[in-house]
């Protein structure tokens, strides 16, 4: 097993805690992170997506079923942008600057959160234009692997208590990630490695041994102020890498 495959390991065993805990964290960060360490976009999905069905598996059985109208909702205005977006964006491969357009998307979504007023403006405007919202959901998702960050605000609209928000999300990343492998088998079939098979057993560890129980107990607030402050250095390194700063 080479250095870089141990690094990855340890990203997935990392971030699989986090989105554990807050329904999402594998994709966000663990994206962003092997981009930056020179990884292609479609070997990130390749390491990541397998990882990420894993933990959504779990918590998705762990949970009550989501509702038939919620779920009709999304499969109409999500899937088909994120099937098409994501067909063009590993169509393109390494022509499409995609650490850049990861980072910035990235710092919009810390933008929206570091102000209470924007943040609220930002949720109004998605109750208002809920499926606009959806199909935004898709493309961003498709483009970068942060659907996430739409995905949020989607779930807080949606829902007040924790535990519906985490299912809600927890639906969403399960259904995009199967889109999203059978779309990268497709295009890009020798980017799975043996490393691909290792990393749903070290997401799912890390959901049964550490996530499940510290959910419980986490007071979510203020695991979200780190969330941010970590979202905000990502989107800063990744725009001035691509933008060749450093």
Known sequence: ????????????????????????GLLVFGTPTLLLLGLPYSSCLAYLLPASIAISILQVRGDVKIEKN???????????????????VLSLDS?????????VLMLATVLI???SRVEFL????????????????????????????VLSVISSVKY????????????CYLWFATIQLVV??????????????????????????????MFKNIDSSKFNNIFVLFMLAYSLLLITKDTQLW
């Not at 250095?3 to 699989?16: A, G, Q, R, T, Y």
């Not at 022509?95 to 980072?103: C, E, Q, R, T, W």
């Not at 007040?160 to 639906?171: A, C, L, P, Y």
């Open 70 to 88: 919620v779920a009709r909702e999304f499969f109409t205005w999500s899937i088909v942008p994120l099937f098409i977006s994501l067909a063009v």
């Open 113 to 115: 959160k570091l102000s």
């Open 122 to 149: 930002f949720a109004s405007n998605v109750k208002n234009n809920f499926h606009l919202y959806l199909v935004t959901m898709g493309v961003i998702h498709g483009v970068s692997n942060l659907g996430g960050s």
């Open 160 to 171: 007040s208590e924790k535990t519906d928000v985490r299912r809600f999300i927890s639906f």
């Open 184 to 213: 990268l088998f497709f295009f890009h079939y020798d980017k799975f490695t043996y490393v691909s098979l290792i990393v749903p057993v070290i997401s799912s560890v890390a959901y049964i041994a550490i996530g499940k129980s």
């Open 95 to 103: 022509n499409f600057k995609i650490s850049l357009a990861v980072g």
């Open 1 to 24: 097993m080479s250095e870089l495959d141990l690094i990855i390991l340890s990203v997935v065993l990392i971030f699989s805690v986090v989105q554990s805990i807050l329904g999402m």
